[in-house]
């Protein structure tokens, strides 16, 4: 049988061409396998820094180190409040204005230990290589900040979740630790080492109190089986980080600590808790770390000290209450404040999280970190340019370093990652160039891509009922989101087949197909492309998974509606 395509258009009924339907097999299980690749690019990135860097300082080698310009620095993080969160915090509201405040970028993607890494280190999560919650490890070649200040005679002390101290064991002289660990993390198994890290000075929270560990804090996890989250309990979420404070400020008074970080975690715990942060249990969580804040600042003197206050990511509604590891504004926009004598009031604008790592280094007098990318934040230092120009010039030194070493790196990756992907990419141009085939051949196409259009806008409509944003992460990291907008793209076509056999329209739903293959093919493409410059950005992950999803929903559409017709006999 001769099948002529015009004829659907002039009353016929005829079946699709035989390449089409192996078209649409191969595009489906090409749009999955693509979408997979992209949800593991979520939550690892494709690349990450692979060199080694020395320290640009001369001054480290030599043993000279500069004029400190403070001599202690308070640094509080909490986990899981953004710029929207300080109105329901009467004390860090009153000090936005005697205090110099920037609206913070954090990394992204904005999780937990993804903010560990880039606070303390200066370096963004493609040179890190931590982009996710589990399984990532820092490079031990990472340099951080602790670890200059160590270096330059500092004692360094923490105090918060262990889970810091995956990354940072060694350059904390003192640490008083909880958990944060699950059953099945590494640190349960029998295999794990557990001579790994520093024994002296290390505390652990148990039973509401901190408990010499002479051997270790990972000997006395895996002695005692402490798991499954003990030290976070949102139950006692008031006197967990007041006990973590009161830890902290003895350390300060009593220990020595010339560098202290503490971090306060129970808004995050409260907001994953009751899956969002309208409620009562988020906005008293908010309430204590405010006074806890208020606790530290009242103890220090800022004559000679320098209080940092700050965030590792925000927390938005979301999907499942996930609520962060997004691109959006709430879980990326964290507050960032600096209070001492070498710093002005008010408010100075924008800056990126890794930004503070620079400024400390700065008024320390320690060497920069060898992988920091931040800047130095003069606009809200009270410093003359005599004083402040010494810091400015070893920080150019420090960034040409890391700039030539970096651009060295990528260079690397690219060619391996172009070598991993090449079959990836020729598959994507063949069946782009098949999609351009089948187009040419097909009449009436436009018409097909106005319904696929109509598509979209009926998905993007769906989707702003129930994700409230453009933006994906929040709920994209969870694989029932991914469920759930497949759902909703299957929906929106279902709609578009009503419609057409409403208006008596012929095969309309065969060329939103085409087109939906073609779009999806593209964005792969371009994905693809864009990964072999730069790290995978969350708009464009946002708009492979998208495109992705919404052409396997329309394959299967068109399935179910060929099968239906079959089964009417009107093919």
Same mark, same amino acid.
């Not at 504004?329 to 001492?340: D, E, H, N, Y």
């Given at each position: ?10 009353? %016929? ?9 192996? +078209? ?26 692979? +060199? ?18 403070? =001599? ?261 926009? *964290? ?28 008024? %320390? ?45 990528? =260079? ?6 172009? =070598? ?15 999609? *351009? ?58 709609? *578009? ?8 329209? =012929? ?18 493409? +371009? ?19 998208? +495109? ?24």
């Amino acid at each position: 049988m001769r099948w002529n395509f015009w004829k659907r258009y002039q009353g %016929s009924t005829v079946r699709p061409p035989w390449y089409f339907i192996l +078209f649409l097999g191969v595009v489906f299980f090409f749009s999955a396998f693509s979408l997979l690749r992209v949800k593991i690019n979520t939550t690892f990135f494709p690349y990450h820094a692979d +060199f080694t860097l020395h320290n640009s300082d001369p001054g480290r080698a030599e043993g000279v180190w500069r004029e400190k310009l403070t =001599k202690y620095i308070f640094l509080v993080v909490i986990d899981g409040i953004n710029e929207e969160s300080i109105k329901y915090m009467p004390f860090l509201s009153s000090l936005k204005k005697n205090a110099a405040y920037f609206s913070a970028h954090a990394p992204f993607p904005s999780l937990s230990r993804t903010g560990y890494a880039t606070l303390l280190t200066g370096a963004p999560p493609d040179v890190t290589g931590i982009s996710a919650e589990e399984k990532s490890v820092l490079d031990s070649r990472i340099d951080s900040l602790p670890n200059q200040l160590q270096y330059a005679g500092w004692k360094t002390a923490f105090v918060g979740s262990s889970r810091w101290l995956e990354f940072f064991d060694t350059v904390f002289d003192l640490a008083a630790v909880d958990s944060s660990y699950n059953t099945g993390d590494a640190i349960f198994k029998e295999e794990i080492s557990l001579n790994s890290g520093t024994t002296k000075g290390r505390e652990i929270l148990w039973h509401g109190t901190y408990q010499d560990t002479p051997d270790g804090w990972r000997y006395f996890t895996k002695r005692f089986g402490l798991q499954n989250i003990y030290g976070d309990d949102i139950a006692t979420s008031k006197s967990e980080d007041g006990i973590r404070t009161s830890k902290a400020l003895r350390m300060w008074k009593k220990e020595g600590a010339d560098f202290l970080l503490l971090h306060l975690q129970t808004p995050l715990y409260a907001a994953k808790k009751s899956q969002g942060v309208q409620n009562g249990l988020y906005l008293n969580a908010l309430r204590e770390s405010d006074l806890n804040i208020e606790r530290v600042l009242n103890a220090i003197n800022f004559k000679t000290s320098t209080l940092v206050v700050t965030a590792t990511h925000g927390y938005t509604p979301a999907f499942l209450g996930r609520g962060y590891g997004g691109g959006e504004a709430p879980s990326r926009t *964290v507050p960032l404040f600096f209070k001492g004598a070498s710093f002005k009031e008010g408010n100075f604008g924008y800056a990126e999280l890794s930004d503070a790592v620079a400024t400390l280094t700065a008024l %320390s007098g320690a060497a920069f970190p060898r992988h920091n990318s931040g800047k130095i934040l003069d606009s809200a230092l009270n410093l003359d340019e005599e004083t402040i120009n010494p810091a400015k010039f070893r920080l150019r030194q420090q960034q040409q370093h890391y700039n030539r070493a970096l651009h060295a790196s990528q =260079k690397k990756f690219i060619k391996l990652y172009a =070598k991993e992907e090449k079959v990836r990419t020729l598959l994507a141009l063949f069946f782009l160039l098949g999609i *351009v085939f089948i187009l040419w051949k097909c009449a009436n196409f436009l018409r097909g891509m106005l319904f696929y259009l109509l598509c979209t806008g009926v998905t993007f409509g769906f989707y702003f009922l129930f994700f409230r944003t453009l933006m994906y992460p929040s709920a994209f990291l969870e694989w029932p989101a991914y469920y759930l907008l497949f759902g909703v793209n299957l929906f929106a076509g279902i709609l *578009v087949v009503l419609f057409t056999r409403w208006l008596s329209f =012929k095969e309309t739903i065969f060329h939103s197909v085409l087109f939906s293959g073609f779009i999806s093919t593209a964005t792969v493409l +371009f994905v693809a492309w864009y990964a072999w410059i730069y790290y995978i950005d969350p708009t464009f992950l946002m708009v492979n998974i998208f +495109f992705q999803i919404q052409a396997i929903a329309m394959f299967f559409v068109y399935t179910v509606d060929a099968l239906y017709r079959i089964m009417l006999g009107r093919m």
